[in-house]
């Protein structure tokens, strides 16, 4: 009688066992294994045990083609983060019942990587079909593009499912312009749960990339409505900025936001801004804004390399785990543009 209730149990617990899996794919025996607020480096340890593999081949390549591709996907992850959570609806294309957030002022005409995202995507679909999210897949393709820049490695908390909707107007509204004052970027900022040392840490994500003439003209010919050039601008910089950047015209054309050394992940983007060379309003604020914690950390980053990599690596996970469906919410999307 008491092996009967025995393998009574062992049955029950393996068809629960059974249906936490089907309820929850991608989980696999990671789940419960004590994550970031649900999340899980372990997530698909089991489940799609490759993936990690599948995407790091995926950006080797597409890297070493394209070396700027690297900054766009840590783009894309926090145009993603900062829209309704890490959440893949940045990806979602236009439909009968989405308006995309590509249109949004911060993303039209300047947001990329989708391609990329896609290949990722159709040979995981190969290997573990419906197991891995598009918000998984932009959260470690940003990880990777950091690495293979020569940054930090951090393990990333997995098990975000994707969006069944996206926001057009939180788009326009929640992401930090590239003119914002110090003030705006702490408020938009905090509204995300990210701290002041956050949004320092983040903004030397713009060690790598380039940003395009229309997102900084106005600090070079009317930063205050007084026709006149930033003040704080350095100015052999400026004047190599104005042959970028005409006053009309232009507006496509591309400045590198670290020319220093703008396909490394380094710290040279806080000396720069030390010296007046910090190419978007919103990285000179961060010295000249007048906020003493902000001015301290650029001078910290500065000064320690292994300091602002080790801040980053928080702040990176942190934003990461901006409200992420989990369990049952949402979905794990069959193509990253479209709902299923």
């Known amino acids: 009688m008491a092996s009967l209730k025995v393998l009574s149990c062992l049955i029950a617990v393996s068809f629960l066992s059974s249906s936490l899996l089907d309820a929850f794919p991608g989980s696999g025996y990671g789940w419960g294994g004590g994550g970031y607020s649900g999340l899980t480096p372990e997530f698909y340890d089991f489940s799609c045990p490759r993936a990690n593999e599948i ?60 391609e990329v995202i896609d290949e990722i995507k159709a040979k995981l679909e190969i290997v573990c079909p419906h197991t891995v999210s598009c918000a998984d897949i932009i959260t470690l393709a940003a990880r990777d593009s950091v690495v293979l820049s020569g940054g930090p490695h951090w393990e990333v908390p997995l098990g975000r499912r994707d969006s069944k909707a996206a926001s057009l107007s939180r788009s326009n509204t929640d992401i930090p312009a590239p003119n914002s004052t110090i003030k705006t970027l702490i408020t938009k900022f905090k509204r995300q749960s990210l701290d002041i040392e956050d949004l320092v840490a983040l903004s030397g994500g713009h060690t790598i990339g380039v940003a395009r003439c229309v997102t900084f003209r106005q600090r070079l010919y009317n930063q205050n409505g007084n026709n006149q050039p930033d003040a704080t601008l350095e100015k052999t910089y400026y004047n190599g900025l104005q042959k970028i950047c005409p006053k009309v015209g232009g507006d496509n054309n591309i400045s590198p936001l670290d020319f220093a050394s703008p396909v490394k992940f380094d710290n040279t983007y806080f000396k720069l801004i030390l010296w007046g060379k910090g190419l978007l309003n919103s990285d000179e604020v961060l010295l000249t804004g007048n906020i003493r914690q902000t001015m301290e950390l650029v001078k910290s980053y500065a000064e320690d390399e292994a300091l602002f990599f080790h801040q980053f690596v928080k702040s990176m996970v942190k934003m990461g785990n901006i409200s992420p469906l989990t369990g049952s919410k949402g979905e794990i999307r069959k193509n990253c543009h479209l709902v299923n």
Do not use: W, Y
Request: glycine share 4%; hydrophobic share 40%.
């Open 55 to 114: 995407i790091m081949s995926v950006l080797e390549k597409a890297i070493a083609e394209d070396p700027r591709m690297a900054a766009s996907l840590l783009r894309l992850h926090f145009h993603d983060c900062f829209v309704q959570g890490c959440d893949a609806s940045i990806l979602l294309d236009d439909s009968a019942t989405i308006v995309s957030e590509k249109n949004s002022g911060p993303n039209k005409n300047s947001i990329r990587g989708f």
